[in-house]
């Protein structure tokens, strides 16, 4: 049994993946509320799940929040950053410049900063061969780059690119990073006309990452190589 580490596992796909990866490895989610980690771990049946508080987006809590997994256990095989926000009114077609930098900052903070946060609290954990999957998105490839969501589009573009340069950089630790776009899922930030289900789309990242054709530097798709 692998020690998967998932942040944001109280929900969407984080939730879902906490479901899949807690049937044949040991599994520990952070979550910023206690009574909703719980609920989570409740509903799943608790089996190979743990679970400690947690917001990416403060130093403090992230800093507090590894030292709590530190006492559970000792090492960490995968980190799969997954926390992130999609501010509702910036969801869909607000033009950039109607953006307020707030906004902007809030989004930053959260889905690229909070897993430079987690990376750097959890990187000593993990021994050589570890994985590192950072939960990106289509809305972030600059390849046929859409409009409106700026705010969410330049978190993801700068994940990418964080994905690209922690790849490199620990390679010296034998430690492969990859980022995927889980697809259109039918969660409260995709929305519920989606194509895939939590299930579907958990059930992929599952499948990828455990797989032994695991690349490094990469940005995927089910598997698939995606361009920048």
């Not at 095989?77 to 410049?97: E, M, R, S, T």
């Not at 903070?109 to 990106?136: D, F, H, Q």
Request: proline share 3%.
């Amino acid at each position: 049994m692998k020690n998967i580490f998932i942040t944001g596992g109280n929900r969407g796909i984080g939730k879902g993946l906490v479901k899949e990866f807690s049937k044949d490895n040991n599994v520990i989610f952070s979550a910023r509320n206690t009574e909703k980690a719980q609920l989570i771990i409740d509903t799943l049946g608790g089996k190979n799940i743990d679970h400690v508080i947690m917001d990416v987006g403060d130093s403090e809590s992230v800093q507090n929040g590894i030292k709590n997994l530190k006492s559970r256990i000792t090492s960490v095989d995968v980190l799969i950053n997954n926390a992130g926000i999609l501010i509702p009114g910036l969801k869909h077609k607000i033009d950039a410049i109607d953006t307020d930098d707030d906004s902007i900052m809030k989004t930053f903070n959260i889905n690229t900063v909070g897993a430079l946060r987690v990376c750097k609290a959890v990187i000593p954990l993990m021994p050589p061969k570890s994985r590192i999957i950072n939960i990106s998105s289509g809305m972030g490839q600059m390849e046929g780059m859409g409009t409106g969501s700026l705010a969410y589009r330049l978190s993801k573009s700068a994940l990418n690119a964080m994905t690209i340069v922690l790849s490199q950089e620990l390679m010296v630790k034998s430690i492969k990073v990859n980022a995927i776009c889980p697809g259109w899922v039918q969660t409260d930030m995709g929305g519920y006309e989606a194509t895939l289900t939590v299930k579907e789309s958990a059930e992929s990242i599952k499948k990828f990452t455990l797989s032994d054709n695991f690349p490094n530097g990469k940005f995927l798709r089910h598997g698939e190589e995606l361009v920048w």
